[in-house]
């Protein structure tokens, strides 16, 4: 057997010397090997951890918004999809009779709002950053975009 490279002698603890394969000696020291390990918290669990101990929840003051962007930026859109399902909403990537804000661009003139969205409210994209500076829902008056004006 001294051929096979895989079988060594090596001392044992009685001082003798036992042949022993390294190969199986490997897979025996996998199933020896301790198996108790802490694990981390998942992130969940952090988080809710961290809830408990007084962190505030986000309010949902945009909780009856279902909006639908139509002209803005990819950088705006995310910018303000963001702040609306942070804050309870409802984002739709396409026209549906669900949506209740259709939200334009500031200083947009030339838009047309999708038949199926006709019974939303058109609405300039500022009242989304004034709602947030709010923490709350305001008046869309000041906001409402009426096409070509």
């Keep these: 057997d001294d051929d096979d490279d895989d079988d060594y002698k090596i ?25 108790d390990v802490e694990e981390e918290p998942s992130n969940t669990k952090v988080v809710e951890e961290k809830l408990k101990k007084g962190l ?17 930026t990819e950088e705006n859109t995310a910018k303000y999809k963001r702040l609306i399902v942070g804050c309870g909403g409802r984002v739709e990537k396409n026209p549906s009779k669900e949506v209740t804000h259709v939200i334009v661009h500031d200083k947009a003139k030339d838009f047309h709002v999708p038949s199926a969205c006709m019974s939303a409210i058109t609405v300039r994209s500022a009242w989304i950053d004034a709602c947030a500076q709010a923490g709350s829902l305001i008046s869309m008056e000041n906001f409402v975009a009426i096409q070509g004006m």
């Design 11 to 35: 001392p044992v603890e009685n001082g003798k010397k036992e042949k022993i394969n390294i190969q199986t000696q490997a897979i025996d020291d996998i199933y020896e090997a301790e198996t």
């Design 56 to 72: 505030s929840k986000l309010p949902d003051f945009f909780k009856p918004v279902i909006a639908l962007f139509l002209g803005l």
